[in-house]
């Protein structure tokens, strides 16, 4: 993936995430865009990955404030896991694993590439109490070492009015099932 962005981009994008981020005010209360859009400015890397975290189909919006760090959360907070992120196995050891039919890259993979980290089951759930995410699709997380090692990964959707995780072969993937992504700004 290209890092550049360029002007244009960067206006539209900004535009994009304030329009979007003006929509859905449940989602950060008591922030404000304007010191959202500040340190956006004062961080172009970051915009960057937020830039690939739109184009991929993640619709990122900022989901909290994180003060030890002095930092806003963005997080992919399309409806459905991000489109252009969908049919990945989970890491890259589980990508060298499948002997047939390899996707083209693994969540991992694809979120280090994107400058962004994998949603664990904490904040899964924080996202899915500010409404209901991955209603017809599912999400690859970040998962505990101790799975990984024995070869599984978690996922996580929302069925019958609650989240629910599971857990599958790391080496598997499908249509449905993609990755979320969170970026501290």
């Known amino acids: 993936m290209n890092n550049k962005i360029i002007d244009s981009e960067k206006e539209n994008l ?43 189909g993640g619709e990122p919006d900022v989901i909290g404030y994180d003060k030890l760090e002095d930092a806003f959360i963005f997080c992919d907070c399309s409806t459905e896991s991000p489109k252009n992120r969908r049919s990945l196995c989970y890491d890259h050891k589980a990508l060298e694993l499948r002997k047939e039919h390899k996707p083209k890259n693994s969540a991992v993979t694809m979120a280090y590439e994107m400058g962004i980290e994998l949603l664990d089951e904490e904040q899964y759930s924080y996202l899915q109490s500010l409404g209901n995410f991955d209603t017809k699709t599912s999400s690859w997380l970040k998962t505990p070492k101790n799975v990984r090692e024995a070869g599984g990964a978690i996922f996580g959707d929302f069925r019958f009015g609650r989240v629910f995780y599971y857990h599958n072969s790391a080496e598997s993937y499908y249509a449905a099932r993609g990755f979320r992504g969170l970026l501290k700004v």
Request: proline share 2%; hydrophobic share 35%; charged share 35%.
């Open 14 to 56: 900004l535009e994009t995430l304030k329009l979007r981020f003006e929509k859905n005010e449940s989602r950060h209360k008591n922030i404000q865009w304007s010191e959202v859009e500040a340190k956006l400015k004062e961080h172009p890397n970051k915009l960057w990955s937020i830039h690939a975290m739109e184009i991929t």
